[in-house]
C-alpha cells in the first residue's frame, strides 16, 4: 500500500488526544484511576518525511502498549499519557523537543526516535536533567555507551557494536565473503559503524576491500562503489536510511554489479522497496522482530489489536516496520515496570526503577532483569534475525 506522508502536526496532536482518551478509557472501572494526574510520556521522533512510516510504526506501538497498561490500572493508579514531537530528522529540532516535554511538558520519561545523530543530540540533555530516555530505534553505540557516571540513557533496539558483529558473520556464512568493503552514510551513525565493522573484520581475521562514504543527499554513489569492485569486494555492508540505501542499490544496478549486500536495518525504515526497485529483495538487513512468519500467541494478540485499531492495517506489509511497532510496544511496558518498582515518577527513581524490572514477557522476547547500572541495553545480539523486503513485506531470511 503506498504511503502517504503524515501531517507531523495532527498526528503529534492525535497521539496525544488518543493516549489521554486511551487512559480515560482503560480507567473507567478502575475507581481511583479515573480522577487521578496522568503521568506523561514523551515522544521525540521523526514523523515526516522519508522516514514517516518508521515514526508512525514506534508511534502505534506506544499507543498499543499504553491503552494495555491503562486497561489495567495504569501505574502507581494513574493512567499513562503520550505527548509526541516531531523532530523531522533534525537533532536541533530533537533538542528543542526533549528540553520543552522535559522542562515544560512535564514527562516522566522520554521516547525516542529514530535518527543516531538527534538521538546523540539528547543524550546530554536527558543526563543533565535526570530525566530517563529510552531508545527504540537508533542504534549507535555511543547512544547508551556515552560514558556519562550518571547514565539516565536506555535502549530497547539494535546496538552498532553488536550489529556490526553480525553483518560479518552473516557475510562470511551466508556468502562466504574473504574481502568485504562497507559504504556508510557521512555522518554520526556512519562513523559509529565504521568504528564497528573495523572492529569485527579484525576479530573474524578478514581483509577490508574499503570503507567509502556517501552524504545523505546523494543520488549517485557509482563512484565509490567503483573504488570498492576494483578493491575486490565480494560482499558489501550498507549502512543508511532508506533514501540513500536505494540510491546505493540503484547505483549498482547502474554498473550492474550483482554484490551481495548485507545492510544495517535502514532500508526497513520507509518504502525502500519502491524506491529502489527490483534490486532491493537481495538486500539482507537486520531485524529485531517480524510479524512475518512469527507465530508466537504474543505477535498474533499484539496484530489484532494493530488491526482492530487500524482498519487501514489488511496485510502485513501494512505493519512495515514491524521493529518499530515490537521495539516501541516493549519499550512502553519497560517503563511502565520502572515507573511501577520505583514507586514514585521523578527521575532518578525512575532511573533506579529501571534496574528493578521484574521478569516480562515482551513482544521480541522474555526479559530476565533486563537492565543493570553497567548494561542499558536490553536486547543482545541472538535477539538479531536477517531480513528482506518479498512483495512489499519484511520477512526473515535467516536467523
Known amino acids: 500500500m503506498p504511503h502517504r506522508p503524515l501531517d507531523a502536526r495532527a498526528l503529534t496532536r492525535r497521539l496525544a488526544l488518543g493516549a489521554l482518551l486511551a487512559g480515560v478509557a482503560g480507567s473507567a472501572s478502575l475507581g481511583p484511576v479515573r480522577a487521578a494526574e496522568p503521568v506523561k510520556i514523551g515522544l521525540v521522533t521523526a514523523l515526516s518525511g522519508q522516514s514517516a512510516k518508521s515514526g508512525e510504526a514506534i508511534s502505534r506501538g506506544i499507543g498499543l502498549a499504553?491503552?494495555?497498561?491503562?486497561?489495567?490500572?495504569?501505574?502507581?493508579?494513574?493512567?499513562?499519557?503520550?505527548v509526541a514531537r516531531d523532530d523531522e530528522a533534525?537533532?536541533?529540532?530533537?533538542?528543542?523537543?526533549?528540553?520543552?516535554?522535559?522542562?515544560?511538558?512535564?514527562?516522566?520519561?522520554?521516547?525516542?526516535?529514530?535518527?543516531?545523530?538527534?538521538?546523540?543530540?539528547?543524550?546530554?540533555?536527558?543526563?543533565?536533567?535526570?530525566?530517563?530516555?529510552?531508545?527504540?530505534?537508533?542504534a549507535g553505540t555511543a547512544i547508551t555507551r556515552n560514558g556519562a557516571a550518571d547514565n539516565y540513557v536506555f535502549r530497547v533496539s539494535a546496538v552498532d557494536a553488536l550489529v556490526d558483529e553480525a553483518l560479518v558473520a552473516y557475510a562470511v556464512k551466508t556468502y562466504g565473503a574473504k574481502?568485504?568493503?562497507?559504504?556508510?552514510?557521512?555522518?554520526?551513525?556512519?562513523?559509529?559503524?565504521?568504528q564497528g565493522l573495523v572492529a569485527a573484520l579484525k576479530a573474524a581475521n578478514l581483509p577490508s576491500a574499503g570503507i567509502e562514504k556517501y552524504e545523505a543527499n546523494d543520488i549517485d554513489m557509482v563512484p565509490q562503489l567503483s573504488r570498492l569492485r576494483e578493491a575486490g569486494a565480494d560482499a558489501l555492508f550498507l549502512v543508511g536510511n532508506v533514501g540513500p540505501s536505494a540510491q546505493v542499490v540503484k547505483s549498482l544496478d547502474r554498473m550492474g554489479w550483482t554484490v551481495p549486500v548485507i545492510?544495517?536495518?535502514?532500508?526497513?525504515?520507509?518504502?525502500?522497496?519502491?524506491?529502489?526497485?527490483?534490486?532491493?529483495a537481495r538486500v539482507h538487513f537486520v531485524q529485531t522482530f517480524t510479524f512475518a512468519g512469527n507465530d508466537s500467541p504474543k505477535a498474533k494478540t499484539v496484530l489484532d489489536a494493530l488491526k482492530a485499531k487500524y482498519p487501514a492495517i489488511k496485510s502485513m506489509a501494512d505493519v512495515t516496520p514491524a521493529v518499530g511497532i515490537a521495539n516501541a510496544y516493549d519499550a512502553t511496558h519497560l517503563i511502565a515496570l520502572a515507573i511501577q518498582a520505583a514507586g514514585a515518577t521523578d527521575g532518578p527513581k525512575v532511573r533506579d526503577g529501571f534496574y528493578k524490572v521484574p521478569a516480562y514477557a515482551g513482544l521480541i522476547k522474555t526479559y530476565e532483569a533486563p537492565f543493570a547500572p553497567d548494561r542499558h541495553d536490553a536486547l543482545k545480539p541472538d535477539d538479531y534475525i536477517f531480513a528482506s523486503f518479498r512483495n512489499g513485506e519484511i520477512v526473515a531470511v535467516a536467523k
Open 66 to 82: 499504553i491503552e494495555e497498561i491503562n486497561r489495567n490500572g495504569g501505574v502507581l493508579g494513574r493512567p499513562l499519557e503520550l
Open 90 to 138: 533534525n537533532p536541533s529540532k530533537g533538542v528543542l523537543a526533549a528540553r520543552e516535554l522535559i522542562q515544560r511538558g512535564g514527562v516522566v520519561a522520554l521516547i525516542g526516535g529514530l535518527d543516531t545523530p538527534v538521538s546523540m543530540a539528547i543524550v546530554p540533555i536527558a543526563n543533565q536533567l535526570k530525566v530517563p530516555f529510552v531508545g527504540p530505534w537508533a
Open 179 to 194: 574481502k568485504p568493503g562497507a559504504i556508510l552514510v557521512n555522518n554520526a551513525w556512519g562513523e559509529s559503524n565504521q
Open 263 to 280: 545492510s544495517h536495518w535502514g532500508p526497513a525504515g520507509g518504502r525502500f522497496d519502491e524506491l529502489a526497485g527490483p534490486g532491493a
